[in-house]
């Protein structure tokens, strides 16, 4: 009987597998409504990036290559997001994505084009659909081979097969279909009259991108933050993804269209850098935080991020963290009450009553915190701002034992660094921005980078987003990208 039933289950999997192409068949109406649903937990999730004249410039070139695809009568939506990712995608039914990080690393109208018009070409093949439908026969066919061996884990591969769809539509692409999209958007660019050679230009830039920011991240013991991957597909020297850019030029009329790129420029001078909901600014190891009006300065190099209400800076070794928690105290506490409710530590080790800034604060250790690198050894501070009823809490932590290692030097420093913003501090809290200014004569990267806003890898950042990494200097006159 059970030799039957796998006999039955093999011929309904190559059933199934016929059935591919009639999957992803889902009517153009139904396609259009699921981009639609997917649109709208993407705004409720992500948000737009709030610069009307920003949004209207980049649908303006969305809808001018989406006239010349080849799904010209469908409903496009271009969308820029509100989300320091470098990244770009389409869902299905028109519904395209350009972030604002993204934006922060082209250099012209050709190369936003490039972008959007590869975007157009995955919405024209429907690769979102065709991949869908190929996630879930694979889904089926593994669900088959589990009940095939009698496993009790079929439900569970049931249930997980049925909740596909939604993480799919974003995530990557195969190579064949990166290629297809790649030639598509090529044609679509150069009807539009933008020359060709400016996706290889992107490309070629966005590669860069990821390979720096995986290096970075295995740096830095971290998952790479790239959602695609899709630059990475392209190997060097790709011959087949040259032949469909030197293929699309037959179609570019007479006279070439400018690449726009001061307009550009123009359309992206004031972008914000960063994450949307970052926990301050950091700026010559001093960190601001606006909203709360205060500053601390952090050891050099150290890596700052969190949420408003939490901040975390990660020591350049990977080897230490130093955690800031902000905190409504209640009434009658203390520093020390509040670290003791807040870690919830039975035990406090050479506690100390202090002042910092003219606050009440209260510094110990503890022998156990669960810390980032597991069980540890843990410096504590808090510190109480009496006059708006909060208080700020500090938790460091080593690899090693806290006794031993340097680290704990550079938690008492940052910790005894905490101060109230003064009124001069004000501008240098603001969040960091994309400005476009001339190189003047003698201008370098490393010069730019001293100036700069960005806290971590600035020289290698501003190369990177005026597409001359890792060795490009910028001309004496040349319109170039800095972060203040």
Known sequence: ????????????????????????????????????????????????????????????????????????????HFTVLDDDVVNAFALPGGY???????????????????????????????????????????????????????????????????????????????????????????????????SPQAITQTVSLLKKRELFEIERARAEDRKPRVPHGIYMTHPDNDKRFAEAVEAARQFVPDTLRPDN????????????????????TVRNNYFFNARFGIKMKFPENWRVGGSPAQVQAISDENDAALEVYVVVPGRTMT?????????????????????????KAYIATADRYDSPFGPRPVRLAAILDNRVRRAYVFAGTGKRDLSKIASDGDFIATIFSFDRMKTTDRSL????????????????????????????????????????????????????????
């Open 96 to 194: 395209i994505y350009i972030t604002r990080g993204m934006l922060a690393h082209l250099n012209s109208e050709a190369e936003l084009a490039a972008v959007i018009g590869h975007e157009i070409g995955h919405v024209a093949e429907r690769h979102s659909v065709k991949r869908d439908a190929e996630q879930k026969l694979l889904g089926v066919g593994s669900l088959l081979a589990v009940l095939a061996a009698g496993s009790p884990m079929g439900r569970v591969a049931a249930s997980e097969a049925s909740g596909m769809i939604g993480g799919a539509m974003i995530s990557g692409y195969s190579r064949g279909q990166e290629l297809e999209a790649d030639e598509l958007g090529a044609k679509y660019m150069a009807k539009a009259g933008y």
């Open 335 to 359: 520093a020390e009450d509040v670290i003791r409710k807040k870690f919830e530590l039975p035990r406090l080790r050479d506690g100390k009553e202090t002042t910092i800034a003219g606050m």
């Open 429 to 484: 809290a603001q969040p960091p921005k994309v400005r476009v200014v001339r190189a003047e004569p003698g201008t370098t990267y490393e010069s730019l980078a001293h100036r700069s806003a960005i806290a971590t890898y600035a020289e290698q950042n501003l190369r990177l987003i005026n597409g001359t990494y890792p060795r490009g200097e910028p001309t004496d006159g040349e319109l170039i990208k800095t972060v203040d």
């Open 1 to 76: 009987m059970k030799r039957l039933f796998v006999v039955v289950v093999a011929s309904f999997a190559l059933a199934l597998a016929g059935q591919a192409s009639a999957l992803s068949l889902m009517t153009e109406k139904a396609e259009i409504a699921l981009g639609k649903k997917l649109h709208e937990r993407i705004m409720a999730e992500a948000g737009p990036y709030p610069d009307p004249e920003l949004q209207e410039y980049v649908d303006s070139v969305g809808q001018e290559l989406a006239k010349l695809s080849d799904r010209p009568h469908l409903d496009y």
């Open 261 to 280: 790129e001061e307009k550009y420029l123009d359309m992206i001078d004031g972008l914000p850098w960063g994450p949307a909901k970052a926990p301050g």
